[in-house]
């Protein structure tokens, strides 16, 4: 099953145009109304799936900074960069009518996901990112 990605905004990495394809602003008639506080709680619930440990600074208005900002995370198929909950939080930016479908139908909760589905998310967000596995590194096996 693939992921959904969510939240890559064209102006928070220009250089790769086919994951990060949409404007942070989008257009406004687009959004919907969402409970912002639960929202935010959702997204910063979140399952690890690829750590970076850059920071990242909002590319809207620049009020806030996120440690790992562009790190992901997920819910089993959603995925999403943890600065997205810093978003919703300063600005309510309008997100997919299915996401937010999907995080009511779990009642705000980040569903259980599989050991095996957070490892294949993980492998579909390096891809996503242009990440590439350094087969010299870590331990060989024979």
């Known amino acids: 099953m693939l992921m959904r990605p969510v939240g890559f905004f064209r102006e928070m990495n220009p250089d790769n145009l086919s994951t990060f394809r949409e404007p942070i602003l989008g257009d406004p008639g687009q959004g919907q109304e969402y409970d912002r506080e639960k929202v935010v709680e959702y997204l910063r619930s979140g399952c690890p799936l690829f750590d970076v440990t850059e920071g990242t600074v909002d590319v809207i208005g620049g009020k806030f900074q996120v440690p790992g900002g562009s790190s992901v995370v997920g819910d089993g198929e959603f995925v999403w960069r943890v600065d997205l909950s810093a ?5 309510s930016i309008a997100l997919p009518a299915d996401f937010l479908e999907f995080i009511e139908m779990n ?3 980040v569903p259980e996901v599989s050991r095996e589905r957070l490892l294949e998310l993980s492998r579909q967000v390096r891809g996503m990112l242009n ?4 087969p010299g590194a870590g331990p060989r096996r024979r």
């Open 87 to 91: 978003y919703v939080e300063e600005y």
């Open 131 to 134: 990440f590439r596995a350094d």
């Open 107 to 109: 009642r705000y909760e």
